[in-house]
């Protein structure tokens, strides 16, 4: 920010005549801040950390310093006054030698250049979609999140390595795989091959779904016959039921409201141990003196109703036919949805023997089986290709791909090596690091069967990136879901002894929702990457293009509709906190006025649109008097432009985008309100329109670089 060095040098020579306290000027910068009030001057400076050394009060300590700075500052044209306004010292900025520097360093390309050159190697990875998977709406959020804090590493000067980590292996490619291999009459088209794969995998998902054929969709919970009822012996709220079940007879005590229907002989569902309801665990438990084994369970508890009272079940003739007396069918078979499967199929025998068979092909990729192989190879390669065009269009790239099925043995090899170490133990034949002091739990690395989960992949992944790559900061753009997960993944490298660690970084972000709520495969509400390019460039060409069909060559019109859609999308991606929902809402999204995408490209176009029209040239500007820019509007321009590198370097370090966003839209309100109030073609005289004219280019450059930074490309006209 011009004037900030000024300020800090002269502050530090102030603060250090005093005597008992010592700042550099460089900690001062860091001190400095931007008053809410623009009248109370343009740069401010706390003094409360200066109150306990000085044994002062922070508004005298100001009203000290003010008297010293004025005189210290007298010579420096740059700023015109300094005052104290209570605990802070405000200094004003002259605005005929702020436009003087700025809007020249702007034109010429200066104040835009990347910052200088930074040693340290950031390596930012995102993208991370897994193959054989549709493209869909909700990752666009994580791919305009990495890739521009990509770019904002970059432009301050950090060396940036852009990395995408794709899932290529595991249960998905064996369910789509298995799901094509079972239907030869799915025949593979030449185009958009990859959403006919994740299609493929949404429909296997779905066969193998108990909810696709019961309403109950929780195994192990079977019939039981109540033989008993009885007053609990110590809680008069309470009965005890004794059931006979398909493994003997139990005891299950429950709540006496919720047994009011249930008499001797009546059938009921029962959950025994070691049966899981959602996140809660069924076992044996002592109440009150009478022990409980497994829970009777009314409608809430299967997830078919809101009913607390425990079920008096029913059975088909059907069912009574393969259990004559009730006991122990499974509430997936009785609760089995009409016309779901073949009459007299059960649900569970059949779905049991399709996961055997997409395990069969998971184990035939793992043991490189040559058809199998093959076939991965093929489908995966249109996966990556396909994959490399959308991030393409989204304007993302990258200088390095992982890939999953890279890091499967060498990720256990690591493991087992820090094992020998004792820095990872075995447990019940799995192996992994107890977390537990630091509340993150069990870290499981290899399963007791020898398979390799995700944390062990990334440790043999951040071993490379560190040791291959010489990165000193890493970055990982998921979801907040994840949380959890790098938690246990930073403290394990930690473990391993790797210091590069402190610099790991999860950079989380909220789910992409619509108005409507949550999305879901399964109910059909995932919005596809081809349908929502196909959506929004006819809402783009219908809004803003097709007036221009006379007038512009077909080529601008299409490349305008690209730029608009895509700026569209990654400012709405972008233009929230990271850790919030965003909700994606076309119609919101694609206004023309507002918070939006196409507003801020308007923005810009508008700027270019105006010096078009004044016909002012560029070599004009180096006559140009500033002091003629004293308009209120013009002023507040040039005070947030002012601010931009700040806020830049800000948006970079706290990894949050959304600060560009806000910058970017206060600043084309700020022109818009300037436009208005200050006619640049109408000027006076020449030497203000003039002046003008450069304001005008320096607001539509900043604005058109804060967007380079979001990954939008700006039109030049709209």
Same mark, same amino acid.
Request: proline share 3%; with cysteine.
């Given at each position: ?52 050394? +000085? !044994? ?11 008297? !010293? ?44 250049? &990347? ?13 991370? $979609? ?30 940036? $390595? ?5 899932? #290529? ?21 030449? @185009?958009?091959?990859?959403? *006919? ?18 309403? $109950? ?23 005890? /039921? ?33 049966? &899981? ?15 409980? %084994? ?39 078979? +009785? ?5 779901? +499967?073949?009459?007299?199929?059960? %649900? ?22 040559? =058809? ?10 249109? @996966? ?12 993302? @790239? *990258?200088?390095? *791909? ?30 992994? &690091? ?31 990136? *560190? ?45 992409? $929702? ?41 080529? =601008?019109?299409?490349? /305008? ?29 694609? &206004? ?20 078009? =029209? ?21 002023? #507040? %321009? ?21 600060? %560009? ?27 203000? !329109? ?8 320096? @607001? ?19």
């Amino acid at each position: 920010m011009i004037g900030q060095a000024i300020v800090a040098r002269v502050l530090e020579q102030v603060i250090a005549e005093l005597g008992g306290v010592s700042l550099s000027a460089s900690e001062i910068e860091n001190l400095l801040e931007t008053p809410k009030d623009s009248a109370h001057g343009d740069i401010a400076f706390p003094c409360f950390q200066l109150a306990r050394s +000085l !044994k002062k009060a922070p508004p005298a300590i100001a009203a000290d310093l003010a008297a !010293k700075l004025s005189e210290k500052l007298a010579a420096e044209k740059e700023i015109e006054a300094v005052k104290p306004i209570g605990p802070y010292i405000n200094f004003i900025l002259n605005k005929a030698s702020l436009a003087g520097v700025l809007v020249p360093s702007i034109v010429s390309g200066e104040f835009l250049k &990347a910052r200088a050159h930074k040693k340290t190697r950031v390596m930012v990875e995102y993208g991370n $979609v897994n193959t054989h998977k549709s493209f869909h709406v909700g990752h666009i959020r994580n791919a305009s999140l990495g890739d521009t804090v990509s770019r904002l590493f970059e432009w301050n000067g950090y060396t940036t $390595v852009r990395a995408n980590y794709l899932g #290529d292996e595991g249960t998905h490619v064996a369910k789509c795989l298995w799901y094509l291999l079972t239907h030869p009459e799915l025949k593979m088209p030449e @185009s958009n091959r990859l959403e *006919f794969m994740g299609k493929a995998y949404v429909d296997a998902t779905s066969k193998l779904d108990l909810g696709t054929y019961s309403k $109950v969709e929780i195994r192990g919970i079977k019939t039981a016959r109540v033989d008993a009822l009885v007053p609990h012996p110590n809680n008069p709220e309470w009965v005890v /039921a004794t059931l006979t079940t398909s493994d003997g007879v139990v005891s299950v005590v429950t709540a006496k409201k919720n047994a009011v229907d249930i008499k001797p002989g009546s059938l009921v569902p029962h959950a025994g141990p070691g049966v &899981a309801l959602g996140a809660r665990q069924i076992g044996v438990a002592d109440r009150k003196g009478v022990q409980s %084994v497994g829970l009777m369970l009314g409608e809430e508890e299967l997830g078919i109703g809101e009913n607390n009272t425990v079920l008096n079940l029913t059975l088909s003739p059907e069912l009574l036919k393969t259990k004559p007396d009730g006991i122990g069918i499974d509430l997936v078979e +009785l609760f089995k949805i009409p016309g779901a +499967l073949p009459e007299g199929q059960l %649900v569970l025998p059949t779905i049991d023997g399709w996961n055997k068979e997409v395990s069969s092909v998971l184990q035939r990729l793992e043991s490189n089986d040559p =058809e199998m192989k093959d076939l991965w190879l093929k489908t995966r390669q249109w @996966s990556i290709d396909e994959l490399k065009e959308t991030f393409k269009w989204l304007n993302c @790239s *990258f200088d390095h *791909f992982f890939y999953e099925s890279e890091y499967g043995e060498s990720s256990k090899e690591l493991v087992r090596e820090f094992q020998q170490k004792g820095i990872f133990k075995e447990s019940q034949g799995a192996v992994g &690091a107890d977390l537990s002091k630091e509340n993150l739990g069990f870290c499981l690395l290899i399963k007791r069967d020898g398979t390799a989960l995700y944390a062990t992949r990334d440790l043999k992944l951040a071993q490379r990136k *560190f040791e291959e790559f010489k990165i000193d900061r890493s970055v990982y753009v998921v979801d907040v879901a994840q949380t959890l997960h790098f938690q246990q993944v930073f403290r394990c490298l930690e473990l391993m002894g790797y210091e590069q660690v402190k610099n790991c970084f999860h950079c989380s972000y909220g789910q992409v $929702v619509t108005p409507e709520g949550k999305m879901s495969s399964r109910k059909g509400t995932v919005i596809l990457m081809s349908a929502l390019k196909d959506r929004l460039l006819n809402r783009i060409n219908t809004e803003f293009l097709d007036k221009y069909k006379d007038e512009w060559p077909e080529a =601008e019109r299409v490349e /305008a509709a690209r730029r608009i859609a895509l700026a569209t999308m990654r400012y709405g991606m972008l233009n929230v906190d990271n850790t919030s929902l965003v909700i994606f809402d076309l119609d919101a999204w694609t &206004a023309k006025t507002g918070n939006t995408g196409p507003y801020m490209m308007y923005a810009y176009a508008r700027t270019r649109s105006i010096l078009r =029209e004044v016909g002012i040239d560029e070599k004009q500007f180096t006559t140009a008097k500033w002091d003629l820019l004293t308009h209120e509007t013009e002023v #507040d %321009v040039l005070r947030l432009i002012n601010e931009y590198h700040s806020v830049v370097e800000s948006a970079c370090e706290r990894y949050s985008p959304h600060l %560009v966003c806000a910058f970017v839209y206060d600043l084309a309100k700020r022109f818009s309100r300037m436009y208005q109030n200050c006619s640049v073609l109408h000027a006076e005289t020449l030497e203000l !329109k003039v002046a003008r004219a450069a304001l005008v280019d320096a @607001s539509g450059r900043v604005i058109q670089h804060a967007l380079s930074l979001l990954g939008i490309e700006t039109v030049e006209r709209m």
